[in-house]
């Protein structure tokens, strides 16, 4: 029972440096979504996908990149990382259907310096 | 703008407690009401998930409620546990908007002391 996997789990980067982050998910849901939790803030929506191939923007897109080439993974890429990307991402999956739960990863610890 | 919000931001209680978590949210048109568990360094797990037309849900020692109308959703815990310190978050799915997005409050920090 994998359920949603992230990778990496810890990551430290230099400003300016890219890298991506992978979410997959053995349910075969159709939603997808990345948030990232910052103290006193809560979760905010970076981007989400309703199905393969597509995406599209949350509350906090600006400085992200998301691609859905297949069902099963959603990737986060971060072109030029800032300081202000410092945070805690988590990837969450859901079926289609309006009234069933969400699922979330366990979460990438994300410090750039 | 749907605002959820979480009140206290923490609470500590001893072992054996019955205790209330509360969440609210301004816009009441949602489908459903979902509350979380987060343990420190850890993912969120779900809890409970009601329907816009449920009044409540259960699940073992918990139980949730939901007051659609006047926004507002609580989590009971009964006879609280130290096991069952960890953050509690409740999350709303809007009508509006697409996606099936979840919006969050802050949570409630809870420790259970022996």
């Known amino acids: 029972n994998a359920g949603v996997t992230q990778t990496p789990k810890f990551r430290v980067l230099k400003t300016g440096q890219s890298m991506t982050l992978l979410c997959a998910q053995d349910m075969n849901h159709e939603y997808m979504y990345w948030y990232r939790q910052d103290p006193g803030m809560g979760l905010r929506l970076i981007h989400y996908?309703?199905?393969?191939?597509?995406?599209a923007k949350g509350e906090v897109p600006d400085g992200y990149n998301v691609s859905r080439l297949k069902k099963q993974n959603f990737l986060l890429g971060l072109e030029s990382a800032a300081p202000s990307q410092t945070s805690v991402y988590f990837c969450?999956?859901?079926?289609?259907?309006?009234?069933?739960?969400?699922?979330f990863g366990q979460g990438t610890r994300l410090t750039v310096v | 703008k749907q605002e959820v919000t979480q009140i206290p931001a923490a609470l500590s209680v001893p072992e054996g407690e019955n205790l209330v978590l509360n969440c609210s949210f301004t816009?009441?048109?949602?489908?459903?009401l979902q509350w979380f568990r987060q343990d420190p360094g850890k993912g969120l797990t779900s809890l409970l998930l009601?329907?816009?037309?449920?009044r409540e849900q259960t699940s073992g020692r918990l139980n949730a409620s939901l007051d659609k109308s006047s926004g507002r959703s609580t989590l009971y815990i009964a006879a609280s546990q130290p096991g069952d310190s960890a953050t509690y978050l409740c999350a709303v799915t809007p009508l509006t908007g697409g996606g099936n997005k979840l919006t969050f409050g802050t949570g409630t920090q809870l420790k259970v002391e022996l």
């Open positions: 969450a999956s859901k079926a289609g259907m309006v009234n069933t739960e969400a699922f």
């Open positions: 009601i329907q816009s037309s449920q």
């Open positions: 996908s309703v199905g393969e191939g597509t995406t």
């Open positions: 816009d009441s048109a949602i489908y459903n």
